[in-house]
């Protein structure tokens, strides 16, 4: 038996997830797919929600059981005609159906909706599962496992849906497919397709969820950086050895999905990002607003120069999306892309520097982050020594000096720093300096 949304809505306002917060959800359901595994009912719904000016598609499963479960009683979403229906993520029967859709290659079908697993490998049999807390915009469940290659996989199901293929699921499962180290082992996704008036063909389709091996118990490198700079330890080795590994991915990537000339058009597309973001920062973020104009002539100062090949990159990295790993060393997470970017551009092809210029963003960050502490540690020395170390340790496995290209990386580092003031307007006020300081910095120096 199915619900309705409207049983769905009061819960789904409460959710860390739901992104119109302080509205009432106004819900329709766009379609359903049904499975039954150990006797529970697994209904996943996607609904449209119509809140807020732009309708937004999200994925909601939820299980159904005659009895209630005990330890899901925070889980649970209601009561209806004797039946219990829970948060379908903290229910091990839902991580069962999941990984066994994508390891066996099931179809899922339910009203105007359908769904196939695409499994790379099989992870194994699910032991037990839990939800990872804190996260604000995905439910991830750890499963621990036997007789797979791994001892645990963490399964991401995406709670909101865009038609298109989702770069973290094609991004690693490329990564692994060429047998790269440097990103978890990934084992499969889950692809579905729905009803789109909007679309030619009346149809779109999109990822529900993928599955990954697990790292648990290391820590990232933005813990590591910061512990580091705050002790005043030399981080440069560590930042030489971050520069290779990404020097790797991007290899890896190039050779693995397809790569462009970075002709007129292209180079447009990779720019409109960046021309948004600096209109949105001078109108909301006043400290902004008098470098602004000098943002937009550097913008198109370098649009017309000569720029490398595109390709896909992380597209929203820094030290917080590397795992530092003592049988792999670094490894990179999180290959979905800049949160606020349109999902078709985060799979566009785009330029290696601009993960570049995250990166070296990240390092000034931690400097940044020690000059609010109490009393505030001067690391400004380290943060230079780290940016150079890095970049060292990029050009000697990259084979180029990517320093020939210092007018288009200062234009990738400006842009996230415009990006970060955006963010620390909204969030953080008392950190915008972090931002601003660089963004007077590397405009002078692009002007100069």
Avoid at 21 to 47: A, F, H, M, N
Avoid at 210 to 216: I, R, T
Avoid at 219 to 234: F, I, P, T, Y
Avoid at 318 to 323: D, E, F, N, V
């Amino acid at each position: 038996m199915s619900i309705d949304a409207e049983f769905l809505s009061d819960w789904m306002a409460k959710q860390r997830w739901y992104s119109a917060k302080g509205r009432s959800p106004q819900l329709r359901v766009k379609g359903t797919l049904l499975d039954e595994i150990d006797g529970v009912q697994v209904t996943s719904y996607l609904l449209i929600d119509e809140a807020s000016a732009r309708p937004v598609l999200y994925h909601v499963p939820v299980t159904t059981r005659d009895e209630p479960l005990a330890g899901l009683e925070n889980s649970l979403i209601g009561e209806v005609d004797g039946r219990f229906h829970y948060d379908g993520p903290h229910d091990p029967a839902y991580a069962k159906s999941l990984l066994r859709a994508i390891g066996e290659n099931r179809e899922l079908t339910g009203h105007d909706s359908t769904a196939r697993g695409h499994a790379l490998s099989s992870p194994g049999r699910i032991l037990s599962s839990r939800v990872l807390s804190g996260e604000q915009s995905n439910t991830s469940i750890i499963c621990d496992l036997e007789g797979g290659s791994v001892p645990s996989v963490i399964a991401k199901v995406f709670r909101v849906l865009h038609h298109g293929e989702n770069p973290d699921v094609t991004t690693q499962a490329a990564l692994t497919s060429a047998g790269s180290h440097r990103v978890p082992t990934s084992f499969g996704s889950l692809e579905a397709s729905w009803p789109d008036s909007g679309r030619e063909d009346g149809r779109a389709i999109g990822h529900l969820a993928f599955v990954q091996e697990f790292l648990p118990g290391l820590d990232d490198a933005w813990r590591v950086a910061l512990s580091a700079a705050a002790a005043g330890e030399d981080f440069t080795e560590q930042a030489y050895g971050l520069g290779v590994a990404t020097a790797e991915v991007h290899a890896t990537l190039a050779e693995a999905l397809p790569t462009v000339e970075a002709g007129p058009d292209e180079i447009e597309g990779a720019m409109v990002s960046m021309r948004r973001r600096i209109d949105s920062a001078a109108r909301e973020v006043p400290r902004v607003a008098p470098f602004a104009d000098r943002i937009r002539e550097i913008y198109a100062s370098v649009e017309k120069g000569a720029w490398p090949r595109l390709q896909r990159i992380h597209g929203d990295y820094h030290l917080g999306q590397t795992l530092s790993s003592p049988e792999l060393g670094w490894v990179l997470l999180d290959f979905e892309g800049e949160p606020m970017r349109p999902m078709p551009e985060r799979s566009r092809p785009d330029s290696i520097l601009r993960d570049v210029a995250g990166m070296l963003r990240s390092f000034d960050y931690v400097a940044g982050a020690l000059e609010h502490n109490n009393p505030p540690v001067d690391a400004r020395a380290w943060a230079s020594a780290a940016r150079k170390s890095f970049v060292d340790g990029y050009n000697a496995t990259a084979g180029v000096d990517i320093r020939e290209q210092r007018a288009l990386l200062d234009a990738f580092e400006i842009d996230k720093a415009v990006y970060e003031s955006l963010y620390e307007a909204r969030n953080r006020p008392d950190w915008l300096d972090i931002p601003l300081a660089a963004i007077e910095r590397l405009v002078a120096r692009s002007t100069a």
